[in-house]
């Protein structure tokens, strides 16, 4: 049963909170009505002014800011929360409205520790409010075309094992307040393999199944002197720019997961998936898999081109599922996972990706890490569970979690 419409809050309007309101646009300039922006939450005024002005631009409306989550929820009724605040910050953000029965949509990582998770993910059960995991690359339509093509048309045969490899010389602007906080553990949970590798894990889990243990190796080459936010003060970069790590599915499938910025000289950019039938290779360059597709070849030397394998799978489609799975004809993954969420919102039910799926393909990233501390292989399900949490535990202890 639908709702009036639907009021929606964003928290944190920095970065990846452009994104996603990048795909809310696209969705009313496409005919979407069924959403308004109620409410804008940021501790920086400027960053709510500069949202105002974009929402204002696109629907006429000036939504009010508040400073924190809490001040949203004194002054107005919310029906949804869209959380794009740092990672250190999810759960603070995301408790408060699930505890007065508001769905929240949370960024990756869905917690900044298993056991933010965890927390998150209780508040919801008692509530009755759902939690979704802001995870858009799964929903583009390249990726849905190569689960597809990978697990119904078997274009790959049986899955064996896939090496992905990113390695090559980049520097973010760790004096900028987007990259600052991500250069500290405590208030990232790690650098780059749960940030942008959560993208990497949430894929492998879609398409392949659940991952059974993993081992890690990490390095941190190099380490500046950050300005470290919300009061952390002058320290050391204390996240990973490097790290080489194994994962065995339950399946029986293999993954070999690279990544390094501090890598001088040549650079390697690569994503292959090996089966039975022959191998695709990932047309992307970083750790969004299928993000743009992947062409197919056979042990004879047969090619097939991505383009064709989407005709494929656009043609396998009935009308209906075209609809559910692109609604009014978008492809692209973030417009797609604020549809999810305000739909999901409107006709309550469950959206696409969990909470609990946000914190599987968050608990293989902190099995990495959890196994670079132990210097051995690690099971995930025991890091899911809280059961191995070694490297966590200074995060959880600083956030008194």
Known sequence: MSKSIINLAIVGCGGIAGAHLNGYTNLIKAGYDRFRFAALVDPNPANVEKFQTRINELTGDVPPGFATVEEMLQAGPIDGVDICSPHAMHHVNAIPCLKRGIPVMIEKPCGITIKASHKILAASEKSGAFVATAEQVRRCKPARAMEWAINKRKLMGAPRFMTMQVFGYQQFD??????????????????????????????????????????????????????????????????????????????????????????????????????????????????????FGADFVDNDGNELAYEEIEKQYMASLKPKQQEKLFPYGLGDGMSNETWDFVDAIDKGRQPEVTGYDGMMAKAVCYSLYESATAGKWISVADVASGKVNAYQKPIDKFWKI
């Open 174 to 291: 760790w004096t900028a307040y987007a990259f600052a906080w991500r250069g500290l553990k405590l208030l990232g949970g790690g650098g780059m393999l749960v940030d942008a590798g959560a993208h990497f894990t949430d894929m492998m889990l879609h398409v392949f199944g659940p991952v059974k243990e993993v081992t890690c190796d990490l390095r941190t080459f190099f380490q500046p002197t950050l300005n470290g936010p919300l009061g952390l003060g002058k320290q050391k970069l204390d996240v990973e720019d490097t790290w080489l790590a194994q994962l065995r599915f339950e399946s029986g499938f293999i993954a070999d997961w690279g990544y390094c910025r501090e890598a001088r000289g040549h650079k390697t950019r690569t994503g292959v998936y090996y089966g039975s039938k022959g191998s695709l290779r990932d047309k992307q360059e970083w750790m969004h898999p299928f993000q």
